[in-house]
């Protein structure tokens, strides 16, 4: 919810080694019990507003298990899956507004 999202094209050339999948999305770096003794949702929810970035959410605690840094960098796991072949970056998107449910 604090990092870019991408649209990605898959590679003809590997589309039979990678089963005509790419990665869609960065992985936890952490569980979310960690990321909740981590964080604490409303200084996340306050660091993303400061960004402009809004979050919506009935629950703080969930805010805190998605905090960003409780991911793995897209940025590598897309670079990653180009080196590989696996996949090409069409379109690279700046979050506004995440809601949670």
Do not use: F, N
């Amino acid at each position: 919810m604090g990092t870019s999202s991408y649209v990605l094209a898959g590679d003809a050339r590997s589309e039979a080694a990678s089963l005509s999948s790419a990665c869609h999305g960065a992985d936890r770096a952490m569980s979310r019990h960690a990321a909740a003794k981590a964080w604490r949702g409303h200084e996340v929810q306050a660091e993303l507003a400061e960004r402009g970035i809004i979050v919506k959410s009935p629950s703080r605690r969930g805010i805190a298990e998605e905090a960003p840094g409780a991911y793995k960098s897209v940025d590598a796991v897309v670079e990653v899956a180009e080196m590989a072949g696996l996949a090409r970056r069409i379109a690279r998107l700046t979050p506004v507004i995440c809601i949670k449910g």
